[in-house]
Structures are given as C-alpha cells and as structure tokens.
C-alpha cells in the first residue's frame, strides 16, 4: 500500500539558514508526488509536483525537493528561510484506485523560522 | 478563475445537532474531495465525489455523509455531532480524470462544545 512518511514534525531553522524537510514514500509504482504548505486557518497551497518528467522539481517562492527513487526520497529545500516561510508543510502521494487517483498525506512538519 | 470555495469559514455546534457544509470547486472540475484536518490526526480523507457519485470512501462513520450535485458543487453532513469531530473540513477539487494535483479551499472550521 502507499504510504508518505514525514520525518520531523517540527523543524526550526534560523532566518537565513537551509531549509529542508523530508518526505518519504512508498508505492509500487511510479508516483505522483506532491508538497503543500498551509499557513494558520487556511487550506492547502500547492508548492510543486513531481510528475515522473525532470527529478529536481522547482516550485514556487524558492522552493525545490528532488526525487530521488532509490532512497525513495522527496525532500523539499529551501536555500535561505524567510520569515514568511513559517507554515505547516505537506508532503503526499496520490495512488491510484479502482481507477481513480487518491491523495494520501504525510502528517505534516510545522516550520519555524528563527530572526 | 475562482477558487475553491467553502462555507461557512467558521462553525459553532452542539453536541447532537447536525451540520451542512458547502463547497463548490473550481468550474470545470467534477471531482470534489473532503477531508478532516485535527491536531492529532493530521489530514483524513473522508470521501470523493464525481458526476454526483462517492467514488471513493475513507473510514469514518456512517454519520459522515456527502452528495454531489449536477453543477459539481459539494455538501457534507455531520448528524449528531460529538466533541471529537470538532475540526477543520477542507474541501480539494480536481477535474476527475487523469492524475493532477488537488486544489484546495480555505476550509470550515467546526468547533462542538
């Protein structure tokens, strides 16, 4: 079965610094791979998509995550936080069923961003 | 092009009531997803609906109801609320076909006291 596993539900990193926040998965076949960011009382903004075409995926307000099949692996990256970075960041698959596509989400890692 | 729509954005019930939520997805899209976001739980799917059929279904009780209508617009139903499914609802819409990603309203908040 397909599965998201997210390491960390709380990362904290200072402004200015490297962000990363790891995602893996599992599927039985290729996946479509997603991050979604969520600030307080809103829904979910897409970030980026890995849909099997390049594997360093660029996304939107500098946002990146590579996919990586052997480590079974779709880390997202940030070069340097922002302030405004600080969210709740998902990660998630979606698997196909009964010929149907289903969205199975990570549990999430809330991002704090240090001044 | 609109958004995703959900309302209300906000919620008060008590116990045992019952409760409507509404979301109407983007135009063109026939697929629309609901999903129960907790602390604890973290995102749950609760069903799918498409050209007015539950094509897929999470594992909530039968309390948790949902329809369709012919203009793709969605509703949910909570019938005699408990405590714990005090929540945010989000609602996500997609075409239906093909595998695209999910796009997602504000979301109705619900608090059962």
């Known amino acids: 079965a397909q599965s998201v596993t997210q390491l960390g539900s709380h990362v904290s990193v200072s402004e200015g610094a490297l962000v990363l926040l790891r995602c893996n998965y599992s599927s039985s076949v290729p996946p479509y791979l997603f991050w979604y960011v969520q600030y307080p009382n809103q829904g979910l903004q897409l970030l980026l998509k890995?849909?099997?075409?390049?594997?360093l995926v660029k996304g939107i307000n500098g946002f990146e995550a590579e996919f990586k099949k052997s480590e079974t692996s779709f880390h997202l990256t940030k070069p340097s936080a922002h302030m405004s970075d600080a969210a709740e960041y998902f990660c998630a698959v979606s698997v196909t069923t009964s010929g149907t596509y289903k969205y199975i989400f990570g549990t999430g890692t809330r991002l704090k961003v240090l001044a | 092009k609109a958004g995703v729509t959900q309302t209300p954005r906000y919620l008060i019930k008590t116990r045992g009531q019952q409760v409507t939520l509404s979301c109407s997805p983007i135009?063109?899209?026939?697929?629309v997803s609901w999903y129960q976001q907790t602390p604890g739980q973290g995102l749950q799917f609760l069903f799918e609906?498409?050209?007015?059929?539950?094509?897929n279904k999470g594992n909530f009780p039968g309390r948790f109801s949902g329809r369709q209508f012919s203009n793709s617009r969605s509703e949910m139903n909570v019938s005699t609320l408990e405590l714990g499914d005090s929540a945010l609802y989000l609602c996500?819409?997609?075409?239906?076909?093909?595998?695209?990603?999910?796009?997602f309203g504000q979301g109705t908040r619900l608090t059962v006291v």
């Open positions: 996500a819409s997609t075409p239906g076909t093909g595998n695209t990603e999910a796009f």
């Open positions: 135009s063109g899209h026939r697929s």
């Open positions: 890995y849909t099997s075409a390049a594997t």
């Open positions: 609906y498409f050209s007015e059929t539950q094509r």
